[in-house]
């Protein structure tokens, strides 16, 4: 029954590591979003993709790059990890927004970044 | 630019009593999805119920429903008869129908029920 995976539920890294966040998706979705989750700023969208190879930035998309060569598979990528980056990480997927039950979420990645 | 405001960052209700959670949003959409996550203190993003922003009727689903108000811009989440399991962080979030749209989320409410 599982729909969105997410490499890890928890993770920690030093400053200045590159440090890679995998979600996987089995529902043939061609949306895919990452969000992180602060305590009072809710969800933030970093960056989304809506097919395959492409990407759009979110609303912090800063320090952060993305990766989506196939249609199941969207990486977020930490080119060098800063303490400002320790957060829960959430990634989502969907065949269409704004329609109903068609938003999946993973379990989301707690990062803490020495 | 779109954006939801959910203006309860915390909220405390005595079980068993009904509670409204507010929300409201901005954009210039024509068509648009409302939804409603529940997130408890494990992570997962629950979905709870869905407004589509065409339909005439008020979502309700079980316990929950959604108090649509289009010319308002305003999608308040009402939860009858509150349990202690209901304990959780709410967020208020808004999808776009178009291809290449997004999903947007408020910054959430806290709801604390009370024995």
């Known amino acids: 029954d599982v729909k969105v995976t997410q490499s890890s539920r928890y993770l920690v890294k030093r400053t200045g590591e590159k440090v890679f966040l995998e979600c996987v998706q089995d529902?043939?979705?061609?949306?895919m979003f990452w969000y992180r989750q602060d305590p009072g700023l809710g969800l933030r969208l970093i960056y989304f993709?809506?097919?395959?190879?492409?990407?759009e930035k979110g609303d912090i998309p800063e320090g952060y790059s993305v990766s989506r060569e196939k249609k199941e598979r969207f990486s977020l990528i930490l080119e060098s990890a800063s303490t400002n980056q320790t957060s829960m990480y959430l990634c989502a997927s969907s065949s269409s927004p704004g329609l109903a039950g068609d938003n999946f979420f993973g379990p989301g990645t707690r990062l803490t970044v020495l | 630019a779109q954006k939801i405001t959910q203006t309860q960052p915390g909220m405390f209700v005595q079980e068993k009593e009904a509670v409204t959670l507010d929300c409201t949003y901005d954009?210039?959409?024509?068509?648009?999805?409302l939804f409603w996550y529940k997130q408890p203190s494990s992570g997962e993003m629950i979905f709870l119920i869905y407004q589509g922003s065409y339909d005439e009727q008020n979502a309700t689903e079980g316990r929950y429903s959604l108090n649509f108000q289009k010319a308002r811009k305003s999608a308040n989440l009402v939860i009858s008869a509150s349990q202690l399991g209901d304990s959780a962080m709410y967020f208020c979030a808004k999808g776009g129908m178009n291809r290449d749209d997004k999903i947007i989320f408020g910054k959430g409410t806290r709801l604390h029920i009370l024995p």
């Open positions: 529902m043939d979705h061609e949306n």
């Open positions: 954009t210039s959409d024509q068509s648009y999805g």
């Open positions: 993709s809506y097919d395959v190879k492409m990407k």
